[in-house]
């Protein structure tokens, strides 16, 4: 009995040896399926590309993903490699760079992501600024341009890069002499804009700052800021210049000339008389008389007061239009502490900046805004792990070993027992 228990684990033996040998004759090097993590891709993608592809590799991304190394898994899989991905962990990450249409310059950073996601934002010099991801993402400004940024989170990166540069016009302000027209003019100057103005003095004629043309262009003047329709001449004019691309800054008092209609981001509501004497231990706006705005519906409001609109924006035709609620802003700025000046001269040049107009001039740039989709574009969507398919008919070489194993170390057991050599 023993002696054909020696002969049965003998026959294994050579039966499984030769499985062996049959399946290394048929299988070729390199084939079949590969599976691989983002930490080893860069060694085994050089080793695909050198020795032999495989038949189907399987990419599990548990952080992020090169350009070069979806570009190179894209070329696998147009060469008849079959490539899938999967990542449950893979974060949606996005970055948008453009600069801010302002003379001082700046740059604005846009980042889409999950709510609760620590953000940094960081340039070639190192880290900027982080934050936690809201509901729309986050955003970022910041005062000087930005050639290029990265957005990390945990492993993941995107990276954005300017593509343009911009380049202004003038401005042009309409009113009626007075501290508004005089402080908005001197602040939107400060700030770097090259400012005409035309101002109502009198019935017999208007203070004129520059050259301001009867017709208005927006190959002119980037935008315009109407503080008063006293010295609007041609109302139809401005609509004309607004449809055409330009952009338009305009008080609740100015907006209601009839002539400017078509031009209405809302209508007047409720009005709230100024503070005195004015208030600076909290937000210096709240002590400025406003008209609240009751937006047009296709209208987006831009700020708010407690529940009244201060500030709306619409679209008409190719121009933007921003209507102003708040009076006689000037307080702000004489009035308004130490920092009253800059953050009046701010917020104007911010509002200009929402409607300007300006010319783009393209930049080379090489970014990776958005790497998740990047990967769905070049690779497909996302498919199940390798774990997760069924393989049918499939012997796992693993077993196949240790049944080898076993029925050699049994036959040599039971030889040694009866004392056979």
């Known amino acids: 009995m023993r002696v054909w228990l020696e002969r049965g684990a003998h026959l294994l033996g050579i039966a499984i040896i030769a499985w062996f040998l049959v399946d290394s004759l048929r299988a070729r090097p390199g084939t079949g399926l590969q599976v691989v993590e983002v930490e080893g891709l860069v060694a085994e993608l050089r080793r695909w590309s050198t020795v032999a592809a495989p038949e189907e590799v399987h990419v599990t991304v548990d952080r992020a993903v090169s350009p070069v190394q979806r570009e190179w898994l894209a070329a696998l899989a147009a060469a008849g490699t079959r490539v899938g991905w999967d990542g449950d962990s893979v974060l949606p990450l996005a970055v948008a760079l453009d600069p801010i249409p302002d003379p001082d310059g700046g740059t604005r950073i846009r980042v889409a992501a999950p709510p609760g996601r620590t953000l940094v934002l960081e340039d070639d010099a190192g880290a900027i600024d982080s934050v936690v991801s809201g509901g729309t993402g986050a955003r970022f400004s910041t005062r000087s341009p930005l050639r290029g940024v990265r957005v990390r989170s945990g492993g993941f990166v995107a990276e954005s890069a300017l593509r343009d540069s911009i380049s202004f016009r ?55 800021v109407v503080l008063d329709s006293a010295a609007l001449v041609g109302p139809a004019r401005l609509v004309r210049y607004v449809r055409d691309g330009g952009g338009l800054v305009i008080t609740t008092r100015a907006a209601s000339a009839a002539g400017l ?161």
């Not at 003038?170 to 007075?178: A, D, E, N, T």
């Not at 939107?188 to 301001?212: I, K, N, T, Y």
């Not at 990776?368 to 070049?378: C, F, H, R, Y």
């Open 261 to 421: 209609a078509r031009l209405r981001v809302g209508r007047p509501g409720r009005v709230v008389p100024p503070v005195e004497p004015f208030d600076t231990s909290a937000d210096p706006r709240r002590s400025l008389g406003l008209t609240a705005i009751v937006p047009a519906e296709d209208a987006v409001p831009l700020e708010l007061r407690d529940d009244l609109v201060a500030v709306a924006a619409r679209r008409v035709d190719r121009g933007r239009v921003v209507l102003v609620g708040y009076d006689d802003t000037w307080r702000w700025r004489m009035a308004g502490g130490a920092n009253g000046v800059e953050e009046h001269r701010a917020w104007w040049a911010g509002l200009v900046a929402s409607v300007a107009r300006v010319e783009h001039t393209p930049l080379p740039a090489v970014a990776d805004e958005a790497p998740l989709a990047a990967i769905v574009q070049l690779l497909g969507p996302p498919s199940a792990r390798p774990a997760d398919i069924a393989t049918a008919g499939a012997f796992p070489r693993g077993w196949a070993f240790a049944a080898l194993a076993a029925a050699l170390l049994l036959q040599w057991l039971s030889r040694r027992l009866r004392g056979a050599p």
């Open 170 to 224: 003038r401005l042009l302000v309409i009113g009626k002499v007075g501290w508004e027209s005089g402080m908005v003019t001197g602040a939107l100057e400060e700030r770097g804009w090259q400012v005409d103005a035309r101002l109502a003095l009198s019935p017999h004629g208007d203070v004129v700052q520059g050259a301001p043309p009867e017709e208005l262009d927006p190959a002119r003047y980037s935008a315009v």
